[in-house]
């Protein structure tokens, strides 16, 4: 059984670019969240897609976007990208019945040059 | 406002006990997770306490007081391995988000 799966692992970008990272869910799970995870820090809230829809959001700017598939698989979009985008960005999937928490996939680094 | 405050750092003995202590003031409350993350990698489920008490896992125990905003992970028979950060997140009346501490860098010495 699958966990989450994120795509890519290591991604180097520059300023002003626009990047695309790819979450796969656990097997049986719906929803998907996204964080940002800054060196030494605990992950920051960006969103969360159910069916499809933006659920939830945090305090981060339009520049990030997203979206969720119908096999429920998610992209998180950053455009005009800022060094202080350089992170690791971590994708959760959950289900209704939260059983096991929030299963968090390896994550894709990210730097911005 | 919420926040989550947790020891940034800890040092304790192989074959020790510790106790990691998380205070949390959110919006809401559905409940607190703990989460074991090694360097460079992505956090993994400890566990999920939303009523009052003491969870046991094995080796991994976690408390809950909810009229004190308070809870703490137990580590018992620590071995090198458990050398990580542990993040202590709670689940406010959002019921979508999670809140999360810093985190407490657990240094396990011989």
């Known amino acids: 059984d699958a966990g989450v799966t994120q795509s890519p692992t290591h991604l180097i970008k520059t300023r002003g670019q626009q990047v695309t990272l790819r979450c796969s869910p656990k097997?049986?799970?719906?929803?998907v969240s996204w964080y940002q995870q800054a060196l030494g820090q605990g992950p920051q809230f960006i969103f969360q897609?159910?069916?499809?829809?933006?659920?939830q959001r945090g305090n981060f700017p339009d520049r990030f976007s997203g979206h969720q598939f119908p096999n429920y698989s998610s992209e998180l979009n950053v455009n005009a990208l800022l060094l202080g985008d350089s992170a690791l960005y971590l994708c959760?999937?959950?289900?209704?019945?939260?059983?096991?928490?929030?299963?968090f996939g390896s994550g894709t680094r990210l730097t911005v040059v | 406002g919420q926040n989550i405050d947790q020891p940034t750092e800890m040092t304790a003995t192989e074959g020790a006990i510790v106790q990691i202590n998380c205070t949390y003031q959110?919006?809401?409350?559905?409940?607190l997770f703990w989460y074991q993350q090694h360097a460079g990698e992505a956090p993994t489920f400890l566990s999920y306490?939303?009523l009052d008490g003491l969870e046991e896992k094995g080796r991994f125990s976690s408390f809950l007081s909810r009229s004190k905003g308070y809870s703490y992970l137990l580590l018992k028979e620590l071995q090198m391995k458990d050398s990580a950060s542990y993040l202590c997140?709670?689940?406010?009346?959002?019921?979508?988000?999670?809140?999360w501490g810093a985190g407490t860098k657990l240094i396990i010495k011989p």
């Open positions: 097997s049986g799970h719906d929803t």
């Open positions: 959110t919006s809401g409350f559905n409940g």
């Open positions: 959760a999937s959950s289900s209704v019945s939260r059983d096991y928490g929030y299963t």
């Open positions: 997140a709670s689940e406010g009346d959002s019921n979508y988000q999670l809140i």
């Open positions: 897609y159910y069916e499809e829809e933006e659920r």
């Open positions: 306490n939303v």
